[in-house]
């Protein structure tokens, strides 16, 4: 209604100034007079108002403000102001709405026809389930013996490691695929209809997209199988970093299926949108704890050696990394929490990016080494002739290759900043 009347004020006050007598429509002329009547109609009026001529004056003061997120959350925040303080007093107002909740609870407790249905849906909901794990384990049953010899295996050659890498990792998802079609063979079979089939749906899928989750672990830290392990870890690591995916899938992917499941049974949609929004919170404080509990680990890596031309920036990184992954981490979920239009493609944009600025810098680097290598290079027939020539002639080569390395890194890190919104490359 806002954008409305927002559109309308402009087309009334040109057609009073040029006496046009053609008219504004008298609908849109009674909705504004509905919109400055009504105080809560009126205060989202002037908050929209306010927020456009935020938008307005950040636009012309950066015209490419639009790529930075900082901005797009500004706008976000000072547009949509009341709708954003809405979901801060719908989150911070569960507890006073759990006298409220109780009713809609105990109604489902104690009336005999709802709990009824309560009851058959948990019934064939565990009826899913059972048919769900009797399609896995008739596939292990299968399978098995592939698998034990695929993981068993201790070969080292590169292609026999390849060839097994593939076969475990299709014996992995269709495991998973196998418990699926268990699951959604029963859902179909069972004669549940409208919200009861929907809700049995959602705990089909929960399971489905968890096993599937954990199955793309398993495929990518092969814990206990270092040699089908597509990443340089440990052992430790690899099991460390799969028990976390297993926790985190098994408390928030089953949670907010759980969320959605009680939303179709008539959770009031307030509370749902507080429960899911506080859920994400909490999402966010435990990928948050998983980067404090492995700060000193990265550092280490990051760090290395602390020598060369990098050592000093490394060292710097290193003591830092935990607080930018902090800050991602909280704009995804401000992003997410806040719904700021584009926010998600841009960070998934800018992530990616620099990345690719980050790898080709440092292959860049690695090949511009090479080239002066083999640009300067002496044959090993005049070093043995002059042992004093090689190193004469290639004095300035390793501050050559520093003053190169300097450079590119300089330069990426400047186009790393212009796509995260700093606008580097209009100040140079």
């Not at 080569?397 to 190169?404: A, D, G, S, W």
Request: a positive charge; glycine letters at 10%.
């Amino acid at each position: 209604m806002a954008a409305c009347v927002v559109a309308a004020t402009p087309r009334a006050a040109k057609a009073a100034d040029q006496g046009s007598a053609q008219a504004v429509p008298i609908s849109e002329l009674e909705t504004l007079a509905q919109t400055l009547e009504n105080d809560g109609e009126r205060k989202k009026f002037i908050a929209t108002l306010k927020g456009l001529i935020a938008t307005q004056k950040t636009g012309s003061a950066k015209p490419n403000i639009a790529k930075d997120l900082s901005g797009r959350v500004a706008g976000a925040i000072s547009g949509h102001l009341l709708a954003l303080g809405n979901r801060v007093v719908g989150v911070v107002g569960v507890l006073e709405d759990v006298p409220d909740l109780i009713p809609w609870a105990k109604r489902w407790a104690t009336d005999e026809s709802k709990r009824n249905r309560l009851f058959g849906v948990v019934w064939h909901f565990l009826v899913i389930v059972a048919a769900g794990m009797a399609g896995q384990y008739v596939f292990r049953f299968l399978t098995g013996h592939w698998r034990k010899g695929v993981e068993t295996d201790t070969g080292t050659e590169i292609a026999g490691r390849v060839w097994r890498f593939v076969l475990r990792t299709v014996l992995l998802f269709a495991n998973a695929v196998a418990y699926g079609a268990g699951a959604y063979g029963a859902l179909v079979l069972l004669p549940m209809t409208g919200v009861a089939h929907q809700v049995l749906f959602v705990g089909a899928s929960s399971f489905f997209v968890a096993k599937m989750i954990l199955a793309a672990t398993r495929t990518a830290v092969s814990p206990g199988l270092a040699l089908l392990r597509p990443i340089p870890i440990s052992d430790e690591t690899a099991n460390y970093l799969y028990i976390w995916a297993r926790r985190l899938v098994r408390i928030f992917v089953y949670a907010f299926f759980l969320l959605e499941a009680v939303r179709l049974v008539g959770l009031p949609a307030p509370a749902y949108e507080s429960l899911l929004y506080l859920l994400g919170f909490v999402l966010a404080g435990f990928v948050v704890v998983f980067v404090l509990q492995n700060r000193m680990a990265a550092a280490t890596a990051i760090r290395g050696d602390a020598e060369g031309a990098y050592g000093g920036l490394r060292a710097r990184i290193a003591a830092t990394w935990h607080l930018f992954a902090i800050g991602y981490v909280m704009a995804v979920y401000l992003v997410w929490l806040f719904k700021v239009a584009g926010g998600f493609e841009f960070l998934i944009s800018a992530t990616l990016w620099t990345a690719i600025l980050v790898v080709g810098a440092k292959l860049a680097i690695l090949g511009t080494e090479r080239a002066t290598t083999h640009l300067f290079a002496i044959s090993d027939d005049l070093d043995s002739r002059f042992p004093g020539l090689k190193t004469r002639a290639n004095r300035y080569v390793p501050v050559l290759n520093k003053i190169i390395a300097w450079v590119v890194s300089i330069g990426a890190g400047l186009i790393v900043l212009d796509v995260w919104g700093v606008d580097t490359l209009g100040w140079l």
